[in-house]
């Protein structure tokens, strides 16, 4: 069935780059996106990319697809403290219904 | 607008009792989605509706779940009787078209 993988915790210091990854196994996914949750509220879009490109920027934000291997990653670069989060990825298919969420990866940021 | 609106924020229970969990979606938003967020579990998808109308409710754990959409701009999911393991975060979220998912603050549920 379909599922969506990422790792559980990533620690970084203050000004450092993040990178957050993810796996998925529904070859069909049409859109794959990056949900960031802060504490005691709902999740929020970060960025997306179709499935037909293998890299998407937006400010300090890099989302890198391999839909070959099926895996996502998002850079987060110069990570500032605000940036502590849960950040879910996610797939969806081409109706854009549903879509599977991972797990989070809860990104701590030292200063 | 105001954004997916989800009551109440928080919610205390005694197991065995009837739970209501209410959503507002966005205006001119035609999807709408319930979600459950736990620790075990991460976040599973309930139910969803297109145009008021239930498409997929597989992810509803059991009977004692039921969800309804009698109108665009209002939802409720009913939780009858509650049970301690029913604990947690319950997220409503609605989209229109292929656009993204807004979700609602959230309402965390404690049954004891």
């Known amino acids: 069935g379909e599922d969506v993988e990422q790792s559980l915790f990533l620690s970084v210091r203050e000004g450092d780059s993040s990178v957050i990854n993810c796996t998925y196994t529904d070859s069909s996914s049409t859109y794959l996106y990056w949900y960031k949750q802060e504490p005691g509220a709902g999740l929020q879009l970060l960025t997306y990319?179709?499935?037909?490109?293998d890299m998407k920027q937006d400010q300090r934000l890099t989302v890198l697809l391999n839909k070959k291997d099926k895996h996502l990653s998002l850079r987060i670069a110069d990570t500032q403290t605000g940036d502590s989060a849960i950040y879910f990825c996610a797939e969806g298919n081409q109706a854009g219904t549903a879509l599977i969420f991972g797990k989070g990866t809860t990104l701590s940021v030292s200063s | 607008d105001a954004g997916v609106i989800q009551s109440p924020r928080h919610e205390v229970t005694e197991m065995g009792q009837e739970v209501t969990l209410r959503c507002k979606p966005i205006s001119g938003h035609d999807y709408l989605f319930w979600y459950r967020q736990t620790m075990m579990r991460g976040l599973e998808l309930l139910i969803y509706f297109n145009n008021n109308v239930p498409i997929d409710d597989s992810g509803m754990p059991e009977d004692r779940f039921s969800a309804k959409m009698p109108n665009a701009s209002f939802s409720t999911l009913k939780i009858q009787p509650s049970e301690p393991r029913d604990s947690a975060v319950y997220f409503c979220a609605s989209r229109l078209l292929y656009n993204e998912q807004f979700f609602g603050p959230g309402t965390r549920l404690t049954v004891l």
């Open positions: 990319i179709f499935s037909n490109m």
